[in-house]
């Protein structure tokens, strides 16, 4: 499988993090769902296409995935159900360092620790 993580893909989770951080509630939660929103929000206020806010979000969703989330799709459209921000957290910091590694290794080592 090539690799088809977008050059904005770093920005755009960097600006999800922030968010996410400053929309959480005072128990600090956050639903699935207003990860998934702010990734569309930070690539739109980017000026990036509606596919490479898609190729992220995959890219989020396969690290998620490694994380040990079953259902990480699922994850990101549910609004009914809270996660404790600290969770959300470590999906999106994770998922940035993946794409640091991606960037620095010309290695598929880099890639296969970010679930793909």
Same mark, same amino acid.
């Given at each position: 499988? =090539?690799?088809?993580?977008?050059?904005?893909?770093? %920005?755009?989770?960097?600006?999800?993090?922030? =968010?996410?951080?400053?929309?959480?509630?005072?128990?600090?939660?956050?639903?699935?769902?207003?990860?998934?929103?702010?990734?569309? %929000?930070?690539?739109?206020?980017?000026?990036?296409?509606?596919?490479?806010?898609?190729?992220?979000? =995959?890219?989020?969703?396969?690290?998620?995935?490694?994380?040990? %989330?079953?259902?990480?799709?699922?994850?990101?459209?549910?609004?009914?159900?809270?996660?404790?921000?600290?969770?959300?957290?470590?999906?999106?910091? %994770?998922?940035?360092?993946?794409?640091?590694?991606?960037?620095?290794?010309?290695?598929?080592?880099?890639?296969?620790?970010?679930?793909?």
């Amino acid at each position: 499988m =090539t690799n088809m993580v977008p050059a904005s893909s770093s %920005e755009i989770l960097k600006r999800t993090l922030d =968010t996410v951080r400053i929309r959480a509630n005072s128990n600090g939660e956050c639903f699935g769902g207003d990860i998934a929103d702010s990734i569309r %929000e930070a690539g739109l206020a980017l000026g990036v296409d509606c596919l490479e806010i898609l190729l992220t979000r =995959t890219m989020l969703a396969r690290t998620m995935e490694s994380l040990g %989330e079953s259902y990480p799709a699922e994850v990101l459209q549910d609004y009914q159900n809270r996660m404790p921000v600290s969770k959300a957290l470590k999906y999106l910091s %994770e998922a940035i360092v993946c794409l640091e590694n991606l960037k620095t290794s010309e290695s598929g080592s880099a890639a296969h620790a970010c679930g793909e």
